[in-house]
RNA sequence: GCCUGAGUGGCGGAAUUGGUAGACGCACAGGACUUAAAAUCCUGCGAGAUUCAACCCUCGUGCCGGUUCAAGUCCGGCCUUAGGCACCA
């Protein structure tokens, strides 16, 4: 019924919702909120004589069917297929005018065949490679997480414990995309706090690479923010994972200290290491120091945890006096301090503050403020070839690898012979092969991995014997590219034909979930940029515009979850109230980027309102104009309601309704005029009652949603007459009714011609009169 | 520690650029209708003092201070709280 076309001379318009994970539990009250604020959305800009797509689909791959499937032994392509139905029966119930001809499904081979094109793609450009590496293993998931994916230490799905494991893995170079990823935030319009965010987690910070000679003859690379404080360097520490300490092995006189502190660091789960209060430990080198490359002297070299081996170069200079960690260890350990800062008092605490600050003990930076400082040694250092400007990322690279069946399939083909070999294009989809048990191997490997069948095949670039990948994609792949299906969803040729690629792009609206900003909407945004980059997306940036709703807790202000038993049914409140109840409770319930407990006893409000809206059909008149006691509340209804509606206002856009409304019982009947403008402007929010008014009164030819938004005179959104409020002293002492085009002069007279004005005023001297159009007098008086 | 927000009645929440604080709704109280209840309709509803009653008055948007004729809104300093990041050099 709301079918969007690839060819229209309207404007297009795109509004999408993140796709829901179709779960066991079925439809949560939260999803509502977020569809029908869009739906309002599309609906008037369809109103509004746009071409709108506004589509649906299910990111349906994912632990959760496959737990179910793996519990019930069910295959999860029929869990999936069920909770699918389950969900669309809700949504429809819901009105939502979704185009359900461009129903798309993640785990639908005919959808993967494109994600698994584009792995091929990134593969082919070098950014998916494979890599052994330290990851993050969740011990009840038995899978690997993504760095997005660990919260607290914790699995952000089940919260069990994440230790770390090396294994070879699927890796997506995000970290090449990470400064266009800060950059182009510019081009969109997203939040402040989603901006925010994003900057904060891609971490970008400027400073300075270096090289330190050691006493055994090479040289270790520091990586420091804070050059201007090199002089001060008195100490360095490399992480326990440092290549080098292998390399040193047979000059370190206390090896086996080391040895011992590298294994305790690496049982550490990620928690542990991370964690904030923890006292510094370490070990000193003995057999091998370093030499400052500015003060020539040698200093001590240690091996801490505090330093990271995966973030710059796995090894610091420490400078005590100016900064924390620096500066707690050199406590500990009776470490030399020096000053290189003057302003503090480096002995009693660290002085950290780079602003104001000027350089000493540091030769030729003396008397330099600290950002003089920064550039001077900066170039200073490029000269001596001691060290160049270097900018660092927190952004690491995207393990992309999970060992679970429930997922695509990397199309990946490895021979002794050829190394990593692309599944040929032709053979794409490499659909999920048929497996007895979906349980992970006690190795913690696919289940794939024992369909031997499956696995043995032949390499396609020599023909020899090969193995296929067995891991799958985690579930994050088929939603970074999900709004580009939408625009051309059944084509068998290419993800999208060019033109719908190029009509339909960029997404103009987005609304979703904060909880996605550092997942989902980053990586979506990185893999459209390398689509862009190859001159398949159309634009640089997947959305124009980002916003983000906040969550429907429990009546008790928590979150709703199953076990503290608050979670509210979306089926039983549509039952109860009906659909357009629900819609309208859940856009009134409050400022929609917030959060908001659920009230089911401020429900009957809104069901409330919508009978006395049916109701009205017995006041209606013949009359086709709007009243003169209503006209202007009707034009500044219509205003209002348009406004709000753009700016995600949809509480305030109730109650004008609301009270709209309450002004035409105040007059005792409504014109048909009237009646069809009420109707048309709450249809967008509550659409099936409308449509059946609309019918019943015979308002019009065709469906409600089918007309022209209404326009609105401003000349007309204002009374004839207007209260305003009289001030002595900026304190209101009384309100008086005046003509609304009323000029200062004769405004302040009124005010002053009043009894209660003139009384308080009496034996007083003026010293000011204000007064602000259609606002206020106020009399400043002595 | 750093980065974002937010603190307004019994409750959810309103309040362009500083300009009548509390829109709209819920709950509650009183009344009408009814044999009765529900539903519906009408009225009241921040706190305090005063009054037979009403008007009027005083106070009031987390706390302290400031700017202004005028501050929920702007400035400075705190407190509380939510979300994000965090031994990131």
């Known amino acids: 019924m709301f079918h969007a076309s690839n060819q229209s001379d309207k404007p297009k318009y795109y509004a999408l919702i993140e796709f829901p994970y179709p779960s066991g539990q079925g439809l949560h009250v939260g999803h509502p909120r977020s569809y029908t604020a869009l739906d309002i959305v599309a609906r008037k800009r369809r109103m509004q004589g746009y071409n709108v797509l506004y589509p649906i689909g299910w990111d349906a791959f994912g632990l959760p069917t496959e737990n179910f499937a793996i519990k019930n032994h ?253 500066w707690e260890f050199a406590k500990k350990f009776h470490l030399p301090i020096v000053e290189v800062v003057k302003g503090g008092n480096v002995e009693q605490e660290p002085f950290t503050e780079n602003q104001n600050g000027t350089m000493v003990n540091s030769d030729i930076l003396n008397g330099l403020t600290v950002a003089e400082a920064k550039k001077k040694i900066t170039a200073y250092l490029e000269e001596k070839g001691i060290g160049y400007a270097k900018v660092n990322f927190k952004l690491r690279d995207w393990v992309f690898s999970r060992q679970r069946y429930w997922g695509e399939p990397i199309p990946i083909v490895h021979c002794d012979q050829c190394g990593h070999v692309a599944v040929p294009l032709e053979q794409l989809p490499l659909e999920l092969p048929e497996v007895d048990s979906y349980e992970p191997t006690d190795n913690g490997e696919s289940p794939l991995a024992k369909m031997t069948e499956w696995v043995n095949t032949v390499c396609p670039k020599c023909g020899g014997p090969a193995r296929r990948e067995t891991d799958t994609m985690p579930q994050w792949a088929g939603s970074s590219w999900y709004f580009l299906r939408y625009m051309d969803p059944h084509n068998q040729e290419a993800l999208a034909s060019p033109q719908a690629l190029q009509y339909w792009a960029p997404v103009d609206w987005y609304n979703g979930g904060m909880e996605h900003t ?12 390398f689509l862009y980059d190859v001159g398949i997306a159309a634009s640089k940036e997947p959305y124009a515009k980002r916003t983000s709703h906040g969550m429907i807790l429990g009546e008790n202000g928590e979150k709703m979850s199953k076990s503290r038993g608050n979670v509210v049914n979306p089926d039983d409140i549509i039952r109860e109230y009906g659909a357009d109840t629900m819609r309208l409770y859940e856009m009134f319930i409050g400022d929609f980027e917030k959060a908001a407990p659920w009230s089911t006893a401020s429900i009957k409000g809104c069901r409330r309102f919508l009978e006395r809206f049916w109701n009205l059909q017995e006041l209606m008149t013949a009359e086709e104009e709007l009243s003169p006691q209503l006209e202007s509340a009707f034009h500044r209804a219509v205003k209002k309601i348009g406004e709000d509606v753009e700016t995600l206002k949809f509480n305030t856009a109730i109650a004008a309704l609301m009270a709209l409304l309450n002004d035409i019982y105040d007059c005792g009947a409504v014109t048909k005029g009237e009646l069809r403008l009420f109707t048309v402007l709450l249809n967008l929010f509550a ?43 900026g304190k209101v002492r009384c309100r008086l009714e005046v003509a609304a085009d009323i000029d200062a002069a004769h405004a302040i007279a009124a005010a002053k011609a009043s009894e209660k004005i003139a009384a308080e005023l009496a034996g007083k001297q003026i010293v000011k009169e204000i007064y602000v159009p259609g606002k206020l007098v106020n009399i400043v008086a002595k």
Not at 190 to 213: C, E, H, L, M
Not at 518 to 529: A, M, V
Not at 698 to 715: F, I
Not at 719 to 725: L, R, Y
Request: hydrophobic share 35%.
């Open 518 to 529: 550092t997942l989902h909407l980053l990586y979506s945004r990185f893999w459209n940029k």
């Open 687 to 729: 659409p099936h009652i409308c449509e059946e008014v609309w019918e019943r009164a015979q308002l019009g030819d065709g469906m409600v949603c089918r007309q022209q938004w209404p326009a609105y005179d401003e000349s007309k959104c204002i009374d004839k007459t207007i209260e305003i409020a009289v001030q002595v002293c």
């Open 74 to 326: 069910v295959h999860p392509k029929l869990v999936t297929a069920q909770n699918i139905a389950r969900f669309k029966q809700q949504l429809l119930s819901l009105g939502i005018s979704f185009d359900w001809f461009r129903e798309i499904n993640t785990t639908d081979p005919q959808y993967y065949k494109w994600t698994q094109w584009i792995f091929l793609k990134l593969f082919e450009h070098g950014l998916a490679y494979k890599k052994e590496m330290a990851v993050n293993w969740c011990t009840s998931c038995k899978c690997v997480l993504a760095n997005e994916e660990v919260v607290n230490g914790g699995c952000e799905r089940c919260g069990s414990e994440v230790v770390r494991k090396t294994k070879s893995q699927w890796m997506l170079k995000i970290t090449e995309y990470a400064q266009r990823l800060i950059d182009d935030l510019e081009l969109v319009d997203y939040p402040d706090r989603v901006k925010a965010q994003q900057r904060n987690w891609i971490g970008r910070s400027t400073g300075v690479q270096a090289k330190f000679a050691t006493t055994a003859g090479d040289t270790v690379e520091i990586y420091t923010t804070r050059p201007d404080t090199m002089y001060g360097a008195t100490y360095m520490v490399i992480s326990p994972e440092h290549p080098l300490l292998k390399v040193w092995q047979d000059k370190l006189s206390n090896i086996e200290e080391i040895l011992a502190y590298q294994e305790a660091a690496s049982k550490k789960s990620d928690f542990e290491r991370t964690e904030v209060a923890k006292e510094k430990t370490g070990v000193e080198l003995k057999g091998v120091r370093a030499i400052n490359p500015l003060t020539q002297k040698e200093i001590p070299i240690f091996v801490s945890d505090y330093v990271l081996v995966s973030y710059g170069t796995g090894a610091i200079m420490a400078v005590p006096g100016h900064d924390t960690r620096d």
